[in-house]
C-alpha cells in the first residue's frame, strides 16, 4: 500500500461544496496544487495532523535491518468469509518510523541467543498439567503423568485427502519436538542454520528481543511493512498470483492440502530465509515461511475500536471459538509454508493469525523491530 494516504477532506471532496470559479482551466490547475499540497503534508503527518516522526533513516541502520518510515495507510480488509472477518473493516492507521529485521530469526540467530544466555524454550520443559487442561474443553479427562514431557506440535501430513475441520489429522504432539529438532529428536538443524527458527512460543520470542536490544512489531506496524508501500493491492508484491509466470513468489503450500504438497516452491517445510524476492521496503519472506508473532493480544473485533494513531492492541485478548475464550492468545501475522489457497490464504498482508501464548509449532517464527530512539 501506498506509504502515505489522501485526508479524508480531500478524498470526500466534491463539486457541490467548492466556488464554481475552481472548475476553469485555471481552477483545475489550483485544486491539483491544493491536492499535491496536502497530500504531501500526510506524507509526514497522521489523519490528526500529528507528526509521525522521520521518514528518513534517524541514523546509521543496525545490522540485518531496514527503515520503514512512518505513514498513514488502510489497514485491514473487507474481503470476509472464513479466512478474513477478523480483518474487518478496512480502516485508516498511522505509525511511526521504525527499524525492522530484513529477515526472520534464523536458526543460527537463536544459537547464538541460547549459547551466549543458556536459555531454555517452552517446548524444552516439561508442560504443567495446569497449561494442559487450560486448552481443553471444561471435563475432559486429563492425560497421563507420563505424557507430560517435553515436546512441541509438528506438521505431520496424512497420505490421503482429509477432512478440513479436523486439525488433529495434520497436526501431531512429538516429545522431544522443539527449535533444535524441528521434526522430533531424530532431526537436527543441519543444512537450515539459515533457516527461520521454529517451535517458538510467544516468551521465547519476547526473550531473545531484550537480548537483542528490540521488541517485537505491532500488528498495525507489521502490516504496514508488509505492505511495502503498495497501495490496495492483493499480496505484498503486488496483484500477481503468488506463481504467476511460472515464478515461485514465496513459501506456500501447492498441491492440495494437507496431503500432496507438489512443492513447486522448491520446500515442503521452511526455506532459507531471502530466498524469495523482497518488498518495497526490502523485508524478505512478510509472506508465508513461518507465522510471525506480534505484541498484540489477539481478539476479532479490535479494528471497530482500534485507535487510529500508533494501536497497541486491546488490553486482554478474547477468542469466541474456543472452548474457554479468554485463553492468552497473541497476534500472529504473514502465514507460512502451510497456506494454501484452497484451505488459508491469509499469507495476504491484512490476513490476522493467533497463538496461544504457551504453544509453539513446526511453523510458527518471529522477526524483531527497534524504535528509532
Not at 468469509?81 to 529485521?101: E, I, T, Y
Not at 489457497?341 to 504453544?359: E, H, L, M, N, V
Request: glycine share 12%; aromatic share 12%.
Amino acid at each position: 500500500m501506498a506509504r502515505k494516504i489522501k485526508s479524508n477532506s480531500i478524498v470526500t471532496a466534491s463539486k457541490s461544496n467548492i466556488s464554481p470559479w475552481l472548475w476553469g482551466t485555471g481552477g483545475l490547475l489550483i485544486v491539483g496544487l491544493l491536492l499535491v499540497a496536502l497530500i504531501g503534508r500526510s506524507e509526514s503527518e497522521g489523519e490528526s495532523g500529528e507528526d509521525l516522526g522521520p521518514s528518513e533513516p534517524p541514523g546509521p541502520a543496525p545490522a540485518g535491518m531496514v527503515w520503514i518510515p512512518g505513514g498513514t495507510f488502510w489497514m485491514g480488509t473487507n474481503e470476509g468469509g472464513r479466512l478474513f472477518a477478523d480483518a474487518a473493516p478496512v480502516h485508516q492507521v498511522s505509525v511511526s518510523g521504525f527499524w525492522m529485521d530484513q529477515y526472520e530469526v534464523t536458526n543460527r540467530q537463536y544459537a547464538e541467543f541460547v549459547a551466549a544466555t543458556g536459555y531454555v524454550t517452552v517446548a524444552e520443559k516439561a508442560p504443567s498439567l495446569e497449561a494442559i487442561l487450560r486448552n481443553l474443553p471444561p471435563g475432559t479427562p486429563p492425560p497421563p503423568a507420563e505424557k507430560l514431557v517435553p515436546g512441541s506440535l509438528v506438521f505431520t501430513p496424512p497420505s490421503e485427502a482429509v477432512p478440513w475441520n479436523d486439525v488433529s489429522q495434520w497436526w501431531t504432539w512429538v516429545p522431544g519436538a522443539c527449535w533444535k529438532h524441528p521434526e522430533g529428536p531424530a532431526s537436527d538443524l543441519t543444512g537450515r542454520e539459515d533457516h527461520p527458527v521454529v517451535h517458538i512460543a510467544y516468551e521465547d520470542a519476547v526473550a531473545y528481543c531484550r537480548w537483542a536490544g528490540k521488541r517485537l512489531p505491532t500488528e498495525a506496524e507489521w502490516e504496514f511493512a508488509a505492505r511495502g508501500g503498495l497501495s490496495g493491492k492483493t499480496y505484498v508484491w503486488g496483484d500477481e498470483e503468488p506463481e504467476a509466470g511460472g515464478i515461485c513468489r514465496c513459501n506456500k503450500w501447492q498441491g492440495d492440502f494437507p496431503h500432496h504438497n507438489t512443492q513447486q516452491d522448491g520446500y515442503v517445510r521452511t526455506a532459507p530465509v531471502g530466498k524469495y524476492p523482497p518488498n518495497g521496503y526490502g523485508l524478505y519472506d512478510m509472506a508465508g515461511n513461518v507465522w510471525e508473532w506480534c505484541s498484540d493480544w489477539y481478539t476479532p473485533d479490535y479494528y471497530r475500536i482500534s485507535p487510529k494513531r500508533n494501536p497497541q492492541g486491546p488490553a486482554s485478548s478474547y477468542d469466541p471459538n474456543e472452548p474457554n475464550p479468554f485463553l492468552p492468545k497473541r497476534v500472529q501475522r504473514g502465514g507460512s509454508f502451510l497456506c494454501s489457497d484452497k484451505f488459508c490464504s491469509r499469507y495476504k498482508p491484512a490476513g490476522r493469525g493467533k497463538g496461544d501464548i504457551d504453544t509453539g509449532l513446526s511453523h510458527l517464527g518471529f522477526r524483531c523491530v527497534r524504535s528509532p530512539n
